[in-house]
T-cell receptor, first 116, second 114 residues
């Protein structure tokens, strides 16, 4: 069965400091991994994805994520946080094979707060 | 705006009533998805279409729920005999047919069942 865990409900960081939002996953086959961000009263916005290739993927707004197959993790990172990064972040996974090719499995989300 | 659009944005209804939501995907996207999101949870998959064919349905999609995409363009999600437990944000997403592509989400329809 496919699943995603985001172990932290909240992450608080000072502006200018690096941030990490954690995600671990479970799939039967090879994973396709995604990060989305949700601002209040708005839909989910795509940040980045890992399909294959380099373990470090770069995405929108200066975010990046590192795929670690042995630890089944896909942590979201940013070297220097901005107050405007404060939002709800979701990690999602799809299995690259099997009958459930369409669906994404989401974690519960992590609320990131960056204070000035 | 060429993104995914959903209508209405908000719906308040009384228990037992039927409601219908509409989703207009990005025009060149063959795949369309419906998810449901409740407070404090991530989106949960409901169903998805490739063109007009409904290819997958979640067990969350009870007999009271039905979705259509009659011409492979817009889609509707109907909930019959609504219950208070149906109160949630209903999200629509679309993607091109290539397997590894990300899904693009609309703003959602927030349903409140009184």
């Amino acid at each position: 069965a496919q699943s995603v865990a985001q172990p932290e409900d909240q992450v608080n960081v000072a502006e200018g400091n690096p941030l990490t939002v954690k995600c671990t996953y479970s799939v039967s086959g090879n994973p396709y991994l995604f990060w989305y961000v949700q601002y209040p009263n708005r839909g989910l916005q795509f940040l980045l994805k890992y399909i294959t290739g380099d373990n470090l993927v770069k995405g929108s707004y200066g975010f990046e994520a590192e795929f670690n197959k042995s630890q089944t993790s896909f942590h979201l990172k940013k070297p220097s946080a901005l107050v405007s990064d404060s939002a709800l972040y979701f990690c999602a996974v799809r299995d690259s094979r099997g009958s459930t090719l369409g669906r994404l499995y989401f974690g519960r989300g992590t609320q990131l707060t960056v204070w000035p | 705006d060429t993104g995914v659009s959903q209508d209405p944005r908000h719906k308040i209804t009384k228990r037992g009533q039927n409601v219908t939501f509409r989703c207009d995907p990005i025009s060149e996207h063959n795949r369309l998805y419906w998810y449901r999101q409740t407070l404090g949870q991530g989106p949960e998959f409901l169903t998805y279409f490739q063109n007009e064919a409904q290819l997958e349905k979640s067990r969350l999609l009870s007999d009271r729920f039905s979705a259509e995409r009659p011409k492979g363009s817009f889609s509707t999600l109907e909930i019959q005999r609504t219950e208070q437990g149906d109160s949630a944000m209903y999200l629509c997403a679309s993607s091109p047919i290539r397997e590894a592509n990300e899904q693009f989400f609309g703003p959602g329809t927030r349903l409140t069942v009184l």
